[in-house]
């Protein structure tokens, strides 16, 4: 598996936010969003073994665990590097976007699917099936660049029932798109969601890596 990095710092969003993990980012991505922030992670890395993998997991002793990338359900092996680490008896998250199956992972993972929107670039690549099987643990994210994107963000959260149905992640464009704005939104429209930060942007400079 080829594999961009792998560090321990906080959670830095999601319903996980600011709890202690491991994220192993892969690398490679499909998609190219206007926003990516970790367009570093689209070339290069390095080949690891899933055995190499579990042991640098190990060695950094969190026990939560983000699959991220780059996209790392383009990797083949990484249904089986989930199954490990589960049997291990860590906590597995994925953060994926809403373009790839997410039928090869083990029930346990926590999927954290990432719907493009317009604002993004991407928003053809959607997978919008994927929304029927959201559970409460995972959760579905939308990261806004403008008011047009929260507006069509919100449809979709009304269309599937997504409030009552899992965790809804309102991601504001950190320096584009002012979260005061989002909260104002939020709040006129009663709207069911939780204000997504990154934490790791306002506690280091946000082009810091591995952290």
Not at 22 to 48: I, K, N, Q
Not at 144 to 151: F, G, K, P, S
């Amino acid at each position: 598996m080829r594999v961009t990095e792998i560090y321990t710092s906080i959670q830095g969003e999601t319903q996980y936010a600011g709890l202690l993990c491991t994220l192993v980012r892969t690398t490679g991505c499909d998609l190219r969003c206007g926003y990516c922030d970790s367009a570093f992670a689209f070339h290069g890395g390095t080949e690891m073994s899933l055995d190499q993998i579990v042991a640098e997991v190990g060695r950094l002793g969190a026990p939560l665990v983000l699959l991220t990338g780059g996209e790392p359900m383009l990797q083949r092996e990484l249904p089986e590097l989930a199954r490990r680490l589960l049997s291990t008896g860590y906590r597995v998250m994925i953060e994926t976007s809403g373009a790839h199956p997410l039928d090869s992972l083990p029930d346990a993972v926590v999927r954290v699917i990432d719907i493009k929107t317009p604002g993004s670039g991407e928003s053809h690549r959607n997978r919008l099936e994927l929304l029927r099987g959201v559970r409460p643990g995972d959760a579905v994210k939308f990261v806004l660049v403008d008011e047009a994107d929260y507006r069509w963000a919100a449809q979709l959260i009304r269309e599937h029932q997504l409030g009552g149905r899992t965790e809804v992640l309102l991601s504001p464009v950190h320096g584009r798109l002012d979260p005061k704005n989002v909260v104002e939104w939020m709040t006129r429209d009663r709207l069911p969601a939780r204000l997504n930060l990154q934490l790791h942007k306002y506690i280091w400079d946000p082009e810091t890596r591995g952290v």
